[in-house]
């Protein structure tokens, strides 16, 4: 349940460290953002000497909250953060890894290059 | 599907019951109910908490070794589907169960026994000390014939047959 003003760390190594949600992307009036949602996010703490700064206006994509998931075969799931990754207009991440583990709605939702590059998918 | 054993509490988590919660590091806790899911939000220990497996098992009041165990240990390659073999597994899962159960019960039953022993002999110096309340002391010396019921003794078995019951 992510909703402006919500602090995610970041899952790759684009050169952000934190971002804040400041808009879900989706209907006008669309209160939360799940996995697998995008979200418009600025940055609020960067690597230094990377091409992302912090106070940069981006994209990213969802990959594990602390809300849980629930799956149709009735498996619920839950992580211990709020995490994103950040994506271009295409949806393709910026960066070159992902740390962590990644919930397998990504691979629905056409974020198949977050699904490869994760090294745990569950 | 796949049936998990719940993290805490060590009971078989069933599809559609209970929360997977993954850490950071990716290691998955299975949990039952939201009562083990709180539990380990409140960092409590299952080997400390009384009413878990692990903490029965850590302390010998269930049993830990037994060779039925070895019949359902995790097995991450999935079989080729075979009817024969899984009607006998079906078979199987049965007569292990019931043979498993059982071992632990008569396990829990040996323990319980020297609490037992203990207990009727402790009752029976009770009922010693306390035969004044249970029969008037003119009653008893008057009516030689009633006394107190012999232990059943493997040694003393001959003698009980001998002395009367004692009237309530």
């Not at chain 1, 899952?11 to 418009?40: Q, T």
Request: aromatic share 6%; glycine share 4%.
């Amino acid at each position: 349940m992510i909703q402006p003003q919500t602090h995610l760390n970041v899952a790759d190594n684009s050169g952000a460290r934190e971002l804040m949600c400041i808009r879900v992307i989706g209907a006008s009036n669309r209160r939360y953002a799940h996995i697998g949602d995008v979200i418009v996010a600025v940055i609020k703490e960067a690597v230094p000497n990377t091409p992302l700064e912090r106070s940069e206006v981006i994209k990213a994509e969802i990959v594990r909250t602390r809300k849980e998931l629930k799956r149709d075969n009735g498996m619920i799931i839950r992580y211990d953060d709020n995490v994103a990754v950040i994506i271009d207009q295409e949806g393709n991440p910026k960066g070159t890894r992902i740390f962590g583990a990644i919930a397998r709605e990504l691979r629905q939702l056409n974020f198949t290059k977050i699904v490869s590059l994760a090294p745990e998918v569950l | 599907m796949r049936l998990e054993k719940c993290w805490f509490c060590s009971s078989t988590v069933y599809p559609g019951h209970g929360i997977q919660f993954v850490r950071n590091d990716a290691k998955i806790f299975h949990f039952c109910r939201s009562k083990c899911h709180k539990n380990f939000k409140m960092k409590r220990n299952p080997r400390k908490v009384k009413w878990t497996k692990a903490y029965r098992r850590l302390h010998g009041k269930d049993m830990t070794q037994d060779s039925t165990f070895e019949f359902e240990r995790k097995r991450n390659r999935p079989e080729r589907y075979d009817r024969n073999l899984a009607e006998n597994t079906l078979k199987a899962i049965k007569k292990i169960d019931k043979i498993r159960s059982d071992r632990a019960s008569d396990h829990i039953k040996n323990r319980l026994k020297t609490g037992k022993v203990q207990r009727q002999k402790e009752a029976r110096k009770q009922l010693e000390l306390g035969i004044h309340l249970v029969k008037a002391p003119l009653a008893l010396a008057q009516d030689s014939s009633l006394c107190l019921p012999k232990i059943k003794d493997n040694v003393s078995q001959a003698q009980t047959e001998e002395n009367q019951p004692m009237e309530e």
